[in-house]
C-alpha cells in the first residue's frame, strides 16, 4: 500500500514570507498523481496544486509551487509571499493512475503570522 | 456549476444506532467517493462508485456501506453505531474525463456519536 508522511505536524511563517512544506511518499508505482490539498477551519477540502509523476517539470500555480523529486519521492509545497489567508491545515495526497481512492499525509498545520 | 453537497451538515446519534448521509456530486461528475476523517487517523478512504457500481472500497468494517443512484448522487449508511465512528465524513466528486481525476470536496457531515 501507499504511503504518504508528512513529518512536520506544524509550521509557523510570516506574512509576505516563504515557507516550504514538506511531503515523501512510498510506492512501487511508476505512473501516479500527487496533489496538495488546504483545508481551512471551515473544513472544506480546496485542491491547491497537482502533479503527474510523468511530468519533469514543476507544478506551480501563482504563489503556490512545488518540488518533485521522483527518485527521492519527494514532493514539497513552495508558497510565496504568505498571506493570512493561507492559514490552514495542508494535506499531501497521492493517487495512483489505476484507481481513483486518494491517500492522505497527516497534514501540517501552517499558522501565518502577521 | 454548483459544487458538491453533502446533507446533513450535522448529526448526533447514539450507540447502537444507524445513520445514513448523502452526497450530491458536481453535475456531470460520475464518480463519487467517501473519506472519514478522524483526529487519530487522519483522512481514510472509505468507497468509491461510478456509474453506480462500488470501483474501490477501504479497509472498513462491514458497518460501513454505500451506494449510487442513476443521477450519481451517493448514499453512505452506517449501522450500529459506534463511539470511535464519530468523525467528519467527506465526499468527493470527480469529473468524467480528466487526466488527474482530481476530486472535489464536498463540506462535510459532522457525525458524533454519544
Known amino acids: 500500500a501507499q504511503t504518504v508522511t508528512q513529518s512536520q505536524p506544524e509550521m509557523s511563517v510570516q506574512e509576505a514570507e516563504t515557507v516550504t512544506l514538506s511531503c515523501t511518499y512510498d510506492?512501487?508505482?511508476?505512473?501516479?498523481?500527487l496533489f496538495w490539498y488546504k483545508q481551512p477551519p471551515s473544513r472544506q477540502m480546496i485542491l491547491v496544486i497537482r502533479q503527474e509523476a510523468y511530468k519533469q517539470q514543476n507544478a506551480t500555480e501563482n504563489r503556490f509551487s512545488v518540488n518533485f523529486q521522483k527518485a527521492a519521492k519527494s514532493f514539497s509545497l513552495k508558497i510565496s509571499d504568505s498571506q493570512l489567508g493561507d492559514a490552514a491545515m495542508y494535506f499531501c495526497a497521492y493517487r495512483s493512475a489505476s484507481r481513483d481512492a486518494l491517500n492522505f499525509g497527516k497534514g501540517t498545520s501552517l499558522l501565518v503570522t502577521p | 456549476k454548483a459544487g458538491v453537497t453533502q446533507t446533513p451538515r450535522y448529526l448526533i446519534k447514539t450507540r447502537g444506532q444507524q445513520v445514513t448521509l448523502s452526497c450530491s456530486p458536481i453535475s456531470g461528475h460520475r464518480s463519487v467517493s467517501w473519506y472519514q476523517q478522524t483526529p487519530g487517523q487522519g483522512l481514510q478512504f472509505l468507497f468509491e462508485y461510478f456509474s453506480e457500481t462500488q470501483r474501490n472500497k477501504g479497509n472498513f468494517p462491514g458497518r460501513f456501506s454505500g451506494r449510487q443512484f442513476s443521477n450519481s448522487r451517493s448514499e453512505m449508511n452506517v449501522s450500529t453505531l459506534e463511539l470511535g465512528d464519530s468523525a467528519l465524513y467527506l465526499c468527493?466528486?470527480?469529473?468524467?474525463?480528466?487526466?488527474?481525476?482530481?476530486?472535489?470536496f464536498g463540506p462535510g457531515t459532522r457525525l458524533t456519536v454519544l
Open positions: 468527493a466528486s470527480s469529473p468524467p474525463i480528466s487526466s488527474y481525476n482530481e476530486q472535489f
Open positions: 510506492t512501487s508505482e511508476s505512473d501516479y498523481y
